[in-house]
């Protein structure tokens, strides 16, 4: 695809920016990116790109002379009039977003008045921020004469994973704006995709963003919950969740139990969302649950752990998998970070094994054998913990499994085991919300 699309700048090339930009480009718009970290930047310029997301690879290469790099802000203001910021907006100790980095892009724009009506920007904020956030940047750049900027909150809500694939088909595009050019030109860029457009004003569509994540994450906690309750009586949570998705004001989507969502997403914006409403006065009760019943998840492995061996002491646990969700070599808020300290601290021996993260778990976890693979993981282990989903853990040889452990439990954090297959190894295969299998041998 080509065409005299809109020139884009896109400020910031983490997940968020740099598929941003490689589906702009696609759709045939030039698009200067750019990104405080220069390492970062002379990499994506000699063609590498630092993060793993199925089809991103690709994406930019075929883009290639569409998309510019750079560490300067200026390149973008020359070049494009709509500003994407997707800059991070990571959780501070008390739960707020840090909106440091976004203010640090609305302090980079220099001051505007002069520039006639055609050549003026606009800050197009693709960050989840708080609802009201909008308002307060607004304020701040009429305070310092940079009134001509417009504002458009263009939440994002793609998958990490699948990333391009959502870019390229979303449920929705939400647009909040003052009802100026710049609401419209957003609109224009979008418009190839054929989606469902909410336009709307700009703290309703900082609204819609926080409210899903903290509805979606809600949904995982009730089903957790429900799995913990299905242990007590002996149901069998996958059957309960099929049958209650199957009411279309449910739905099969996000009911899958596990040991407790994790990534950049869902635990900081539901606590942003909390935090949020507390600081209007509001005490939001329900994502006090949301949040506590997703910690006590990641927990309840090393319960499950010590009703199988009794003790952790100098036992082998392999967990598989590290990132968050599979296909991502994302390893922030992942559930192996709170299992991998808590096994380590009860006395267990982790071995560990991802097919992507490991570099980024290296940083992050101390302590553990790093695998070179999955059957180097489980070698002499006592019990083995699926962590995370990767497709070559589904398909593991478990007569090959269960010859090289020491022992027969099998932990699976996620119920994407074929847990006949794992019982008829001679292991013993206990789920989230499904009771223990036991030999079959
Ligand atoms: N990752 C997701 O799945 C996802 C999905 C939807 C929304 N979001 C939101 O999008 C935003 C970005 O998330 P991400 O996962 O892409 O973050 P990220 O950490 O992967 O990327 C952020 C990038 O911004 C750069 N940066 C920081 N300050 C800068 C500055 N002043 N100028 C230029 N660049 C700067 C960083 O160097 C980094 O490369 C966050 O608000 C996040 O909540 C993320």
Redesign the pocket.
């Known amino acids: 695809m080509s065409g005299d699309r809109l020139p884009i700048g896109v400020?910031?090339?983490?997940?968020?920016?740099l598929v941003t930009a490689a589906g702009f480009a696609h759709l045939g718009s030039d698009v200067y990116c750019?990104?405080?970290?220069a390492d970062?930047i002379a990499r994506l310029e000699a063609g590498e790109i630092p993060?793993y997301e199925p089809g991103l690879a690709e994406m930019v290469a075929a883009n290639r002379e569409r998309l510019h790099f750079s560490t300067d802000?200026a390149d973008a203001l020359e070049h494009a009039r709509l500003l994407f910021v997707?800059?991070?907006?990571p959780p501070t100790y008390s739960g707020d977003a840090d909106l440091s980095?976004v203010y640090?892009?609305v302090e980079?724009i220099p001051a505007l008045a002069t520039r006639s009506e055609q050549q003026r920007h606009a800050l197009v904020m693709?960050?989840?921020?708080p609802a009201g956030t909008g308002a307060s940047i607004k304020r701040v750049l009429a305070g310092e004469g940079k009134q001509g900027l417009s504002y458009v909150s263009c939440?994002?809500?793609?998958?990490?994973g699948s990333?391009v694939k959502d870019f390229l088909n979303p449920d929705r595009v939400v647009v909040g704006d003052d009802g100026d050019w710049a609401g419209d030109a957003v609109v224009d860029l979008y418009a190839p995709l054929q989606a469902t457009v909410v336009r709307t004003d700009i703290a309703s569509a900082e609204m819609v963003k926080l409210a899903s994540n903290a509805f979606l994450a809600t949904k995982i906690s009730f089903i957790n919950e429900i799995a913990n309750v299905c242990e007590e009586t002996g149901a069998d949570v996958i059957e309960v969740a099929r049958g209650m998705g199957l009411d279309d004001r449910i739905g099969q989507k996000f009911l899958q139990a596990g040991i407790g969502f994790g990534?950049?997403?869902f635990p900081?914006?539901v606590n942003a969302l909390k935090q949020l409403a507390g600081n209007s006065g509001y005490h939001f009760q329900l994502l006090n649950a949301v949040i506590e019943v997703n910690e006590l998840q990641k927990r309840r492995v090393i319960s499950k752990l010590l009703k199988h061996l009794g003790s952790l002491v100098g036992k082998n646990i392999a967990l598989l998998g590290l990132a968050f969700k599979p296909n991502t070599d994302?390893m922030r808020e992942a559930s192996s970070l709170v299992l991998s300290a808590r096994l380590q601290a009860d006395g267990a021996k982790v071995r560990v094994y991802d097919p992507i993260a490991e570099e980024e778990a290296r940083h992050l976890i101390r302590g553990v054998y790093f695998a070179t693979g999955a059957l180097d993981a489980i070698q002499d282990a006592d019990a083995v913990v699926l962590v995370t989903e990767w497709e070559e853990f589904i398909t593991l040889d478990w007569d090959d499994v269960a010859s090289r452990m020491a022992g027969t439990v099998v932990l699976d954090g996620r119920n994407a085991l074929d847990r006949e297959a794992v019982a008829a190894a001679g292991l013993t295969y206990e789920g989230i919300g499904r009771g223990t299998l036991t030999s079959l041998t």
Do not use: M, N, Q, R
């Open positions: 400020i910031g090339t983490g997940y968020v920016g750019i990104d405080i970290d970062k993060i802000i997707a800059v991070g907006t980095a640090a892009v980079a693709k960050s989840t921020v939440p994002e809500f793609l998958k990490e990333a990534g950049s997403c900081k914006d994302d």
